[in-house]
């Protein structure tokens, strides 16, 4: 098992930058695979960005990629989100969540059935 806490929100102006930060408890991190997702007030859930146990494959949603980038240090059970060029849009609470059932390899598509951990979330507020 792995407890998740997010850390690094707060309010950035529009085009600023922000890194969120997600530590991980527990001796088995890197047998996880690592998402970060997002909720804003009135809308669904949705995948923001994922990387694989060793952090060789990452993957993206469109309006992130380019602009958002996700990385691990396993030798410090943490995953980062370093988010530039922010838009209102980016508004949300950020939450990150591990898999011990699934290894990523790319894919953008929502679904939580592959997460079985996530912590309490972070908020990110960008100011226009």
């Known amino acids: 098992q792995v407890q998740l806490v997010e850390s690094g929100g707060g309010l950035v102006q529009a085009g600023g930058s922000l890194r969120v930060s997600c530590a991980a408890s527990g001796r088995t991190f890197s047998m996880y695979a690592m998402g970060w997702f997002r909720q804003a007030p009135g809308k669904e859930r949705e995948f923001v960005a994922g990387i694989s146990q060793s952090g060789s494959n990452t993957g993206y949603i469109d309006s992130v990629k380019g602009r958002f980038t996700i990385s691990r240090d396993n030798a410090k059970t943490t995953v980062y989100l370093q988010m530039s060029s922010l838009k209102p849009e980016d508004t949300a609470v950020y939450y990150c969540?591990?898999?011990?059932?699934?290894?990523?390899?790319?894919?953008?598509?929502?679904?939580?059935?592959?997460?079985?951990?996530w912590g309490q979330g972070t908020q990110v507020t960008v100011s226009s």
């Open positions: 969540a591990a898999s011990s059932l699934y290894y990523y390899t790319g894919d953008v598509s929502y679904d939580s059935s592959r997460y079985n951990y």
